[in-house]
């Protein structure tokens, strides 16, 4: 058992609630219908419960592969290969999904650096690769001899030419540092308030305001790659409408699920690791009971650290430009 700082608000189970969630868990033995995994965990090897979804129910696919490193995730360690080999392994998990999606899907595809050279051209032969999204991490591991790795990669794909994009629905609320003004003295593309100025801007493919779950927020898990809630919102938000179909195939501690619900989503997710199935399932009650994303306030997603006390409020209002107090600590 690791010994947690006071302040540490890390979710983890028990040994009663492992018992008790993981009785829900899913394991697909027969083929079965969207409906009976709609908002439901599968917990199994990804290539075993493959054969038994039914195609074409994913309204938007979010793949989070293990990228080609050597990583320990509870017990499970999958090993850096051979380019060629990687190539090989993430082209057969790729094809035997893609019956599963929709004709308008859409779906991300999560790398870091050098992974993403590998899955390119495997996305680029079968699909529409409409953008490559780069994503500040923040934290990174120092490097003496090199420049530290600071950031990861999303790709943007769509099985066809027709699919959904919200861009509204994703706009960024930002300062204005030099607001300008029309002829008439009036605010042009920017709000004024007494508080500060801020404006909406549309969503690039750099993002920047990506706070990675540590220790002291509630969404943070003890999973080695975990995604952020806002991330994930992000695609979700973009590329899906309330009611579609999300589906994660390596799902890690559910944060895929966690974000569907609270955007009214259904989703599926299948992850082989029980304990992080039952992390998954414990954050999935407490997301029925508050639906806040840091970093995400009255439908606006907010630069980071503009919105102060962000992360307490279910219905922030506050007018943009007031103090850049830490809103993750």
């Known amino acids: 058992m690791k010994k947690r700082a006071p302040r540490n608000r890390t979710l983890t189970c028990t040994e009663s609630e492992l018992k ?62 051979q380019a060629s080999d990687y190539i090989y392994w993430f082209g057969r998990i790729l094809t035997d999904i ?13 790398s870091d650096w050098k992974t993403s050279n590998l899955v390119f051209p495997v996305l680029d032969k079968h699909l529409h690769v409409r953008n490559r999204i780069t994503w500040e991490r923040e934290k990174g591991r120092g490097a003496k001899t090199n420049w530290k790795n600071n950031t990861e990669d999303i790709w943007f794909c769509t099985v066809g030419d027709e699919y959904c994009f919200n861009v509204d629905d994703v706009k960024i609320k930002r300062r204005v540092i030099a607001p300008y003004r029309s002829e008439d003295g009036k605010p042009k593309d920017w709000e004024e308030s007494q508080n500060g100025n801020c404006r909406l801007t549309y969503p690039s493919n750099l993002w920047s305001d990506i706070t990675i779950p540590f220790w002291s927020m509630q969404e943070n898990t003890d999973h080695p790659t975990q995604k ?23 799902f890690g501690s559910g944060t895929t699920a966690v974000v569907a619900r609270k955007l009214n989503r259904r989703f599926c997710g299948i992850e082989l690791n029980q304990e992080y199935c039952c992390w998954a399932a414990k954050r999935l009650i407490q997301a029925g009971n508050d639906k806040s994303i840091q970093g995400y306030a009255d439908g606006v997603f907010w630069e980071r650290n503009s919105l102060n006390d962000q992360k307490t409020r279910k219905d922030a209002k506050k007018p943009c430009g007031e103090s850049l107090e830490l809103f993750n600590e």
């Open 20 to 81: 008790s969630l993981s009785a829900d868990l899913l394991r697909l033995t027969e083929p079965t219908s969207s409906e009976s995994l709609t908002d439901r965990i599968v917990n199994q090897d990804l290539e075993e419960a493959l054969p038994f979804l039914p195609p074409g129910f994913v309204d938007l696919l979010i793949l989070d592969p293990p990228y080609n490193l050597t990583k320990n995730y509870n017990g499970h360690v999958f090993r850096s290969r």
């Open 98 to 110: 893609l019956p599963l999606l929709r004709p308008n899907a859409s779906l991300y595809v999560c």
């Open 228 to 250: 952020p809630e806002k991330l994930i919102a992000k695609l979700i938000l973009a590329s899906s409408n309330p009611g579609d179909f999300v589906f994660d195939p390596f």
